[in-house]
């Protein structure tokens, strides 16, 4: 029969892996609305050898014209989980800058979040940085989650 | 730097490229969920032997 000690051992040890295997399903979906979900399970934060807390930096891609104020939306939750959050509008110009879209660009901003567009209009009209697509493959090396949204 | 890209469709110009820019001469692998049988053991062996796995559209 096993002892308590060793029960307990091998509880801790079970727990331990939990967030490895939570970000793997993570990947594994990478899909919309796993975000928050994910981050809210508390892998947006990891601890480096030395027990300093290192911030997550995640990846937002938008493609669709029609997913921009969504994904914007998105980025903006994310930040909220203490992650390093960049957004990337890829082609098209922004649809649609109604109010609600630059209140929600401002929140980003205010909330050192980064945004990025290959698109010259976006950079020349509302304040992206320009991005070409070489820059950002090497943008997304360096995250740790990319969410194709 | 190991990537795994998993494409959901075909993937479009843009993505292509942006493909093309995150290998940097590592070795990266794609697997397109859109056509022909889909071995989802290897794939699942797949996502946890690299380093990075990215799902496309």
């Known amino acids: ?149 | 730097m190991k990537i795994l890209h998993i494409f959901r469709a075909e993937p479009d110009e843009t993505v292509k490229d942006i493909v093309v820019s995150t290998t940097n001469g590592d070795k990266s692998k794609t697997v397109e969920l859109y056509s022909g049988e889909i071995d989802w053991s290897r794939l699942v062996d797949d996502i946890f032997s690299h380093d990075k796995v990215i799902c496309w559209w």
């Not at chain 1, 807390?53 to 938008?62: E, F, T």
């Not at chain 1, 976006?122 to 991005?131: H, I, L, R, S, T």
Request: glycine residues 6%; charged residues 25%.
């Open chain 1, 1 to 149: 029969m096993m002892r308590t000690t060793e029960l307990v051992q091998k509880q801790i040890q079970i727990l331990a892996d939990i967030p490895n295997w939570l970000k793997k399903s993570f990947q594994m979906a990478c899909c919309r609305h796993m975000p928050a979900v994910t981050m809210s399970a508390g892998i947006s934060e990891t601890a480096n050898s030395k027990g300093v807390i290192i911030m997550s930096k995640v990846a937002v891609l938008i493609k669709n014209p029609e997913q921009q104020y969504e994904g914007l939306r998105s980025s903006l939750g994310m930040l909220l989980y203490n992650t390093e959050v960049q957004m990337f509008v890829l082609n098209d110009e922004i649809a649609d800058m109604d109010e609600a879209y630059e209140d929600n660009m401002g929140f980003l901003d205010e909330m050192e979040g980064e945004r990025f567009s290959n698109n010259k209009a976006n950079v020349e009209k509302y304040g992206f940085k320009y991005a070409s697509v070489e820059q950002i493959g090497e943008l997304l090396r360096k995250a740790d989650l990319v969410i194709p949204f």
